[in-house]
């Protein structure tokens, strides 16, 4: 059975590679037939989505799940980094999808910053988990 934060990240994910599309379509559609001129501000929040609120969470989701785990009660390690990830990760994309959209330098560093620590948290929780492989 799948883990929470595993269900959490990887739902997060879907959501947000649904939202990346819908920006992505009127991208091209725009392209082909314009229609109003605010569409190509989206294209900083469309990469933004789809490479870390989709692509990077979605992997983070099935990592957690599948990686190795402990033995005893704590079997997926301290959770709570895993959470903090969860938000930071999603904080990250919606900050910076703001700075894109807006063209805000601070709004998108303080996004980079945010996503850095999403990582760094997740990083903190896997990388215990992640063993050699024992050859024959």
């Known amino acids: ?21 819908l920006f992505g379509s009127l991208l091209l559609h725009h392209k082909g037939i314009p229609i109003y001129g605010w569409t190509w501000k989206l ?16 992997v ?19 959770t709570w980094l895993g959470w903090l990830s969860f938000a930071l990760i999603n904080l990250s994309v919606l900050i910076a999808g703001l700075g894109g959209w807006f063209d805000h330098d601070a709004l998108m ?4 910053i945010c996503g850095l620590a999403a990582i ?6 896997i990388w215990p988990r992640i063993k050699p492989i024992a050859l024959p």
Do not use: N
């Open 1 to 21: 059975m799948m883990p929470k934060l595993s269900v959490w990240l990887v739902r997060a994910a879907l959501i947000q590679m649904g939202i990346g599309f």
């Open 43 to 58: 294209l900083t929040p469309h990469i933004e989505i789809m490479i870390f609120g989709w692509t990077i969470q979605f």
């Open 60 to 78: 983070m989701g099935i990592a957690y799940w599948v990686l190795p785990r402990f033995t005893g009660a704590r079997r997926y390690g301290r």
């Open 109 to 112: 560093i303080a996004g980079r």
């Open 120 to 125: 760094l948290a997740y990083l903190t929780l």
